[in-house]
């Protein structure tokens, strides 16, 4: 039996580097210890001796460990990490999680050397700090290379400086890219092979030109040292934080002002699309930048400013990464037909606190009878309805006032209280509405019915119902 040929690309693939010596020597000194002192009120006296229940020396045990009452006294907890320079004026770039509480940041150079620090800006989000520190003269600094144009298989080299020990070389491979860990929002890390162990928080990971192409952050480790699996923030994430911390101390991130959740194969079914790709917006927030209908509850934004949005939590990340007061393209699936609506993005900070202020008042509807599909019973929204299940005064709708145990609703997490405030993207307020609706659907040959869903308090969420 003859073996195969390798594919031409695999024929022509190089080994990997003999030695990386020369790369790491010209690197060394730009990567430091970080050192952190935080000072803790230690108001712990150990355990506390008690005398029996009801007895007369209970005066005596406690006038003993109180003593005279002295204040608590302070004590020094000390953290060490990694980081790097990126200017030979003294900045340097380290983890959030290295300084965070920090009293005193002090930087620990290659050479021995040791240089306060001052805390630029941090950004929990993507754990990512800016220190400044005023050296005596021009200190080594790397450069950032391109983290996009990374491959999964490039090599790729971490430099820490643990413990203050000294500069600490591994090397490995980019093992996969676009990570998500579940440690922030804008999950999008680099995962490598390389050595990443305790203490090289923050410090950089290199490609073979020498150019930083992330900042070490995470490993996943049963024993706490290395077993190959890293993660870094890639550079195409934490260049433009690294900026605005430089610029403003903080971070100025846009905002679409939508709420979004996953789309589903059987949400793309009903939605007449052939994949389930992009990020469905369950709800637009009050006064943002899309409440003047550019983009509605129902849309699945597909592109965003360029950017395929695959998934749902490629949105976040990609809006977040772009300029406040930017105006942008944005691709929706709007009733089965792909538009382009141009939206200018708000800040996030600020749509953060508008988001928990929007109040709205609802005007009453008239009575209907209660009417039955789908496994739920659907009730007039009266004032009634919103004083038993506590239904916010903004919520619009038909009330779900019963679920069949065992139904679909019932296994989709649908209950009583909840409102159903549309169905296949078009609005019901009537019982009445929601039975013809249905009725619209299964002659137009839908299986699914999607229907938009409020909880009392308002928040929104799309579900599925099978329909046959």
């Known amino acids: 039996m003859v073996a195969a040929p390798l594919p031409a690309s695999a024929q022509m693939i190089e080994p990997g580097p003999s030695s990386v010596a020369d790369i790491a020597e010209g690197l060394l000194d730009a990567v430091v210890n970080i050192s952190t002192r935080q000072n803790v009120d230690d108001d712990s006296k150990g355990p506390r001796m008690k005398a029996p229940e009801g007895s007369p020396f209970q005066d005596f045990f406690d006038e003993f460990f109180d003593g005279d009452k002295q204040a608590p006294r302070a004590r020094r907890v000390s953290s060490l990490g990694s980081g790097f320079v990126i200017d030979p004026d003294g900045t340097v770039v380290t983890n959030n999680h290295v300084i965070e509480g920090a009293d005193d940041i002090e930087v620990i150079f290659a050479d021995g050397s040791k240089l306060k620090a001052e805390l630029v800006g941090a950004d929990t989000k993507t754990d990512l700090a800016v220190l400044k520190v005023n050296p005596p003269k021009p200190l080594k600094a790397v450069p950032f290379g391109d983290s996009e144009a ?14 203050g020990l000294g500069g600490s070389v591994s090397i490995g491979i980019i093992s996969a890219r676009g990570r998500d860990i579940q440690s922030g929002p804008y999950d999008n890390f680099i995962q490598t092979d390389a050595a990443i162990n305790r203490g090289n928080s923050g410090g950089p990971l290199f490609n073979m030109k020498g150019e930083v192409i992330g900042i070490n952050t995470a490993i996943i480790s049963p024993s706490g040292g290395s077993i190959g699996i890293g993660f870094s923030v890639p550079t195409e994430m934490a260049v433009s934080v690294i900026e605005q911390l430089r610029e403003f101390g903080e971070t100025r991130r846009g905002w679409l002002g939508v709420r979004i959740q996953p789309v589903t194969d059987e949400i793309a079914e009903s939605l007449g699309m052939t994949t389930s790709i992009g990020a469905l917006v369950a709800g637009v927030i009050k006064d943002g930048p899309v409440d003047d209908g550019s983009i509605k509850a129902g849309d699945v934004i597909t592109e965003f400013d ?51 202020a929007q109040v709205d008042d609802a005007d009453q509807t008239d009575e209907a009878p209660e009417q039955n599909a ?67 659907l299964k002659d137009d040959g839908r299986r699914n019915a999607l229907l938009m869903i409020a909880s009392p308090d308002g928040e929104l969420r799309f579900v599925t119902i099978r329909m046959d």
Do not use: C
Not at 314 to 326: H, M
Not at 397 to 415: C, N, P
Not at 426 to 434: C, K
């Open 374 to 440: 789908l496994g739920m019973t659907y009730g007039e929204l009266t004032e009634d309805a919103r004083a038993e299940f506590s239904i916010a005064d903004d919520v619009e709708g038909v009330l779900i006032s019963d679920v069949e145990e065992g139904s679909m609703a019932a296994e989709k997490g649908i209950v009583a209280g909840n409102v159903i405030v549309e169905i296949a993207q078009s609005a019901v307020d009537t019982p009445d509405d929601v039975i013809a609706r249905l009725e619209e």
């Open 306 to 356: 360029g950017h395929v949005v695959a998934e749902m939590r490629d949105l976040p990340r990609i809006v977040a990464e772009s300029p406040v007061g930017k105006a942008v393209d944005v691709k929706v699936v709007r009733d089965g037909k792909e538009i382009t609506v141009k939206v200018t993005l708000g800040r996030l900070e600020d749509g953060e606190q508008l988001a928990q």
């Open 150 to 163: 990374m491959r999964i298989g490039d090599w790729v080299m971490a430099i820490g400086n643990p413990f």
